[in-house]
């Protein structure tokens, strides 16, 4: 259902798309093709007339497509993951590093002595306020790795996933096949970060968009989100 949101005086339209339950292997473009062009030519007045219209593409889908989610039972986390993940925040807006599994996957992914040192530096730093330390030290975006949670759409409530590769890339791919901006997006109940944009994208107005997470968290299958400035607001 779409939804508008005013940021400095201008509003904007975010049309989220439901889709199909994405399995691994499967392409973008393919998914573009199926469910963005047909709601573009719909709307192909507002959007192609507005000075700011883009696609936001949730970085869940495109690891998927990745295949860079796994099943919880197949992840066999080793002696760090397991101590590591004894000293994680929890919150109630997914698993993120809070169990050994997806400790394992940032290990994986960013290397052992990445993730030490991480922890060494959020040790040290957090006493002094300073937040998100671990996660920046870490990089390869793992702040976008999770894990299994009771609200997840099956099969993906017993996966852990990691990051998606090349976001960057995977942006400007869609942008120069369509004309259209793209950004990846991890946006939760907590905020939102854009792992990966093209040209044309604003990242910080990307994020006052998508602060409310109007793609969901739980079951409304709406990966992809079309974006636009209201034509009645362009100047």
Same mark, same amino acid.
């Given at each position: 259902?779409?939804?508008?949101?005013?940021?400095?005086?201008?509003?904007?339209?975010?049309?989220?798309?439901?889709?199909? +339950?994405?399995?691994?292997?499967?392409?973008?473009?393919?998914?573009?093709?199926?469910? @963005?062009?047909?709601?573009?030519?719909?709307?192909?007045?507002?959007?192609?007339?507005?000075?700011?219209?883009?696609?936001? +593409?949730?970085?869940?889908?495109?690891?998927?497509? #990745?295949?860079?989610?796994?099943?919880?039972?197949?992840?066999?986390?080793?002696?760090?993951?397991?101590?590591? @993940?004894?000293? @994680?925040?929890?919150? /109630?807006?997914?698993?993120?590093?809070? +169990?050994?599994?997806?400790? #394992?996957?940032?290990?994986?992914?960013?290397?052992?002595?990445?993730?030490?040192?991480? /922890?060494?530096?959020?040790?040290?730093?957090?006493?002094?306020?300073?937040?998100?330390?671990?996660?920046?030290?870490?990089?390869?975006? +793992?702040?976008?790795?999770?894990?299994?949670?009771?609200?997840?759409?099956?099969?993906?409530?017993?996966?852990?996933?990691?990051?998606?590769?090349?976001?960057? &890339?995977?942006?400007?791919?869609?942008?120069?096949?369509?004309?259209?901006?793209?950004?990846?997006?991890?946006?939760?109940?907590?905020? @939102?970060?854009?792992?990966?944009? /093209?040209?044309?994208?604003?990242?910080?107005?990307?994020?006052?968009?998508?602060?409310?997470?109007?793609?969901? #968290?739980?079951?409304?299958?709406?990966?992809?989100?079309?974006?636009? #400035? &209201?034509?009645?607001?362009?100047?």
């Amino acid at each position: 259902m779409k939804s508008e949101i005013e940021i400095n005086g201008r509003k904007y339209q975010r049309l989220p798309i439901r889709t199909h +339950i994405i399995m691994p292997g499967e392409s973008l473009f393919d998914l573009v093709e199926k469910y @963005v062009m047909s709601e573009i030519q719909h709307s192909e007045f507002i959007i192609h007339n507005s000075e700011i219209a883009f696609l936001a +593409i949730s970085e869940k889908i495109v690891a998927i497509m #990745q295949d860079r989610s796994f099943p919880i039972k197949d992840i066999k986390a080793g002696f760090w993951a397991r101590l590591l @993940v004894k000293f @994680v925040h929890k919150t /109630s807006s997914g698993i993120g590093l809070g +169990i050994p599994e997806t400790m #394992q996957l940032a290990i994986s992914e960013a290397g052992l002595f990445r993730i030490l040192l991480a /922890s060494f530096l959020s040790a040290i730093t957090k006493p002094l306020g300073f937040k998100g330390i671990f996660y920046r030290a870490a990089g390869h975006n +793992i702040n976008a790795i999770d894990g299994p949670t009771s609200y997840t759409l099956p099969p993906y409530n017993t996966y852990a996933k990691l990051p998606p590769l090349n976001p960057v &890339k995977v942006a400007r791919e869609i942008f120069e096949k369509y004309n259209l901006p793209c950004a990846i997006i991890d946006a939760n109940d907590l905020g @939102v970060n854009v792992l990966g944009w /093209s040209e044309k994208i604003e990242v910080e107005l990307v994020k006052k968009i998508f602060r409310d997470n109007p793609l969901g #968290q739980t079951n409304e299958q709406t990966p992809l989100c079309l974006v636009w #400035q &209201k034509v009645g607001d362009i100047l």
